[in-house]
């Protein structure tokens, strides 16, 4: 599986962007989604995450109310639509796929990631 993101950017605070993550691969054996950002100095923590067949989302506390997460299965690509933006949003973004492979192993692949910049 392989897993290319856009859409990063330099905006103001209060603006908005959307991220997409565009996967290849055997995407059918993708099982679960997720964004995850990584600020200088700081670990890299989880953001949104949604199962594979959208049923299901979860977001950090930080992001709940402005961030949405979706997906595009017909596409194989996954959103993060992010609104009402704060500086404190600066980071990289990744995106990550959880894969199930028959052998019953799973198995995490990552993105190269998108730089956002929030202005205050």
């Known amino acids: 599986v392989q897993l290319v993101e856009s859409g990063g950017g330099l905006v103001q605070a209060g603006g908005s962007l959307r991220l997409s993550c565009a996967a290849s691969?055997?995407?059918?054996?993708?099982?679960?989604m997720e964004w995850y950002r990584q600020a200088p100095g700081k670990q890299r923590e989880l953001v949104a995450a949604?199962?594979?067949?959208?049923?299901?989302?979860n977001y950090a506390d930080s992001v709940k109310g402005r961030f949405t997460i979706s997906r595009d299965n017909a596409k194989n690509t996954m959103y993060l639509q992010m609104k009402s933006l704060k500086p404190e949003d600066t980071a990289v973004y990744y995106c990550?796929?959880?894969?199930?492979?028959?052998?019953?192993?799973?198995?995490?692949?990552w993105g190269q990631g998108t730089q956002v910049t929030v202005s205050s």
């Open positions: 949604i199962t594979n067949g959208g049923g299901s989302a």
């Open positions: 990550r796929a959880q894969v199930r492979y028959y052998s019953g192993t799973y198995v995490y692949y």
């Open positions: 691969g055997s995407t059918f054996s993708i099982v679960v």
